[in-house]
């Protein structure tokens, strides 16, 4: 069984999202890493994945994690929708949403992205809000806030671009 998620960056003005075709089988720790992808990032900033019913560590009820290597696809998503942060400290938190089940396609290799929009945001300027500012002075070279603001962010980074084949691609 195939679960194609709407994955989205929560906050993000304009809409960052990924729709992907995943095995329901697949491991959190697999998830987390096809989500890592699907946005661009490097996956050297710890993560965390909170569902309905509890996922991340709860310090109050001295609860341990679960552990994602364990718990499936299907299993988060027992009530349609989980988050997933990447980065503790920038907080780039993710809405994934169920949107249907699909058999598996004779052929097809997963997992795979099917749609999506936008470029994923430069991994270190702080965060939706952060990009948010970048944003903001991206095309503004004579921002007093320019240089600091764009530090981390490639010649030629290009916020309205989405490549669905390099992304496609990158998955496997």
């Given at each position: 069984m195939i679960v194609r998620v709407h994955a989205s960056l929560i906050e993000a003005v304009p809409p960052v999202w990924r729709r992907l075709d995943l095995p329901a089988a697949m491991s959190l720790a697999e998830v987390s890493d096809a989500l890592l992808t699907a946005f661009g990032?490097?996956?050297e900033q710890q993560?965390?994945?909170t569902t309905p019913y509890g996922l991340a560590a709860d310090v109050e009820a001295n609860l341990p994690a679960a552990d994602e290597r364990t718990v499936t696809l299907a299993?988060?998503?027992a009530r349609g929708t989980f988050q997933y942060r990447y980065d503790l400290g920038d907080a780039w938190d993710v809405l994934v949403r169920a949107e249907k089940r699909l058999p598996v396609e004779p052929g097809a290799e997963y997992p795979r992205c099917v749609g999506?929009?936008?470029a994923g945001p430069p991994e270190h300027v702080g965060g939706v809000h952060?990009?948010?500012a970048l944003l903001a002075v991206l095309d503004h070279p004579g921002h007093p806030d320019h240089a600091q603001l764009t530090e981390f962010v490639d010649d030629g980074f290009d916020p309205a671009a989405f490549d669905l084949a390099a992304v496609d691609d990158a998955l496997r």
């Open positions: 990032f490097s996956g993560h965390l994945f299993e988060a998503l999506g929009e936008r952060g990009y948010a």
